[in-house]
C-alpha cells in the first residue's frame, strides 16, 4: 500500500517526539504490505478500527491515534490526522 504523505507523521513526531519511532515503524508496515480489504488490514494490524468512512490506527501502545483514509482498490492510504489520545477522545476529528 502507498503512503500518500509521509508530512503528517514527521510533523506530528516534531512535537512528540517519542512518536517518531511508532509512527516510522507503522510507515514501513503499510508501505510493505497489500491489504484487499478490512478484514485482511485487521489481520495485519490489529489496533486498527473503522469509524465511519475513516480508520483508526493505535499507534505506540494505543498512546497515539492516526485517523486515514483508504482505497483498497488502488491500494493508497491518506493520512488525515495523528493526534494524542487525550485529543481524540475529544471528537472533534470526526
Do not use: C
Not at 21 to 39: M, V
Amino acid at each position: 500500500m502507498k503512503l500518500i504523505s509521509n508530512k503528517a507523521l514527521r510533523d506530528f513526531a516534531a512535537e512528540h517526539a517519542d512518536a517518531e519511532a511508532p509512527l516510522q515503524a507503522f510507515r514501513q508496515l503499510i508501505e510493505k504490505g497489500s491489504d484487499a480489504n478490512f478484514a485482511a488490514l485487521r489481520a495485519a494490524f490489529r489496533g486498527v478500527d473503522k469509524v465511519g468512512e475513516r480508520f483508526v490506527f493505535n499507534i505506540g501502545g494505543n498512546k497515539y491515534q492516526l485517523i486515514a483514509a483508504i482505497a483498497f482498490a488502488p491500494q493508497l492510504l491518506w493520512v488525515k490526522a495523528v493526534l494524542t489520545h487525550a485529543d481524540y477522545d475529544k471528537g472533534d476529528w470526526k
